[in-house]
């Protein structure tokens, strides 16, 4: 019988809650801002509400994403590319016009 040798890979328990941690941290940020300029809490809210699915997805991938991430150059980069893609699509219209929207709901 061959024994194992020791090891000191342990498995990486994921936990579902980092996307509940993510959006308290979040809800923090935006009422620690509100406390200073209504308009900085308007748009880091319209921020995070945008960016908060993109950083998910990229620090914590559901399995069709990591599979790609870590199967070929071509699927790490098409899933990259498609990240910059909405993250510069964000900048230029999804934060201005959630913004705007906030801000006329608000006032």
């Given at each position: 019988m061959k024994l194992k040798?020791?090891?000191?890979?342990?498995?990486?328990?994921?936990?579902?809650?980092?996307?509940l941690v993510l959006g308290a941290v979040s809800i923090?940020?935006?009422?620690?801002?509100?406390?200073?300029d209504i308009a900085l809490a308007i748009t880091l809210a319209a921020?995070?509400?945008?960016?908060?699915?993109?950083i998910y997805v990229l620090f914590f991938p559901p399995h069709f994403a990591a599979s790609h991430l870590e199967r070929t150059i071509?699927?790490?980069?098409?899933v990259i590319a498609l990240l910059l893609a909405y993250?510069?699509?964000?900048?230029?219209?999804f934060v201005p016009f959630l913004s705007r929207m906030i801000w006329h709901i608000l006032h």
């Open positions: 040798e020791p090891s000191l890979n342990v498995p990486f328990q994921k936990k579902d809650s980092w996307g923090l940020a935006v009422g620690a801002a509100a406390i200073f921020s995070c509400i945008v960016g908060m699915p993109a071509i699927g790490r980069t098409g993250f510069g699509a964000s900048k230029i219209l």
